[in-house]
């Protein structure tokens, strides 16, 4: 595994956070850590991770808070976010993907399956293909290198990772219908588990920041990109 990968972990639960910067430094990657949401946003500004594990019950800004303010830094738009939490309420989950999360996991943690998933974050990260294209389609230029896409009035906006991901996929496929099940599978990976629901949470905010007549749903069935909007 690669040194260049960096992974912030964010615990106010010392033992959690000995366990995992334990695991993760025998995979290979660097390791930060923090105890609470303020010192994981001072942190991350310095050390810039690729993913950061946050917990979401924390002093001084919660895991909520502290992975939309990730999500506000430009420097951080491709960084990966998993959530551990001992909630296991759906509103938890749902919050948490409202922010951009890219998974999300209950406690107690299992070390091994934890690894798992991670490694597989950045084994299909390498796994890409040129990310420099641009595809043009529909009056959206849509960049794979910057995550950026331009609206036909020329207006730039920057998608979070998933968001702008299933943005690309969809746009590839235009005018072909993917259910739930493939979009996760395409998008998250058969080694990630959530819910369905996650995808209407990114759906409708991908919708609000490209437009509404992009995708389409096709209720019961899934959805598709229009080429026509």
Not at 80 to 104: H, K
């Amino acid at each position: 595994m690669s040194l260049a990968h960096r992974v912030l972990v964010v615990d106010d639960e010392a033992d959690i956070v000995e366990l995992l910067s334990y695991n993760l430094e025998k995979e290979g990657y660097q390791v930060a850590s923090a105890s609470d949401g303020k010192k994981a946003m001072e942190v991350a500004k310095e050390f810039l991770p690729d993913l950061v594990i946050l917990d979401i019950m924390m002093p001084h800004f919660d895991g909520i808070e502290v992975g939309r303010m990730i999500r506000a830094m430009p420097e951080l738009k491709n960084t990966y976010i998993l959530y551990l939490t001992a909630r296991s309420e759906e509103y938890s989950e749902v919050a948490a993907f409202e922010v951009g999360a890219d998974d999300y996991l209950n406690k107690p943690i299992k070390p091994r399956a934890l690894m798992s998933r991670i490694n597989a974050f950045f084994r299909r990260e390498a796994q890409k293909t040129d990310s420099s294209d641009t595809l043009e389609i529909a009056g959206l230029s849509i960049n794979r290198l910057n995550y950026t896409v331009t609206k036909p009035d020329g207006s730039l906006i920057v998608l979070p990772k998933k968001e702008f991901e299933l943005l690309s996929f969809l746009a590839q496929h235009p005018n072909k219908v993917f259910s739930r099940d493939e979009i996760l599978q395409k998008i998250w990976g058969i080694d990630v588990y959530v819910v369905e629901r996650t995808i209407d949470v990114h759906i409708r905010k991908v919708r609000e920041k490209v437009g509404e007549n992009y995708i389409k749903t096709l209720k019961g069935v899934g959805y598709m990109f229009t080429d026509e909007a």
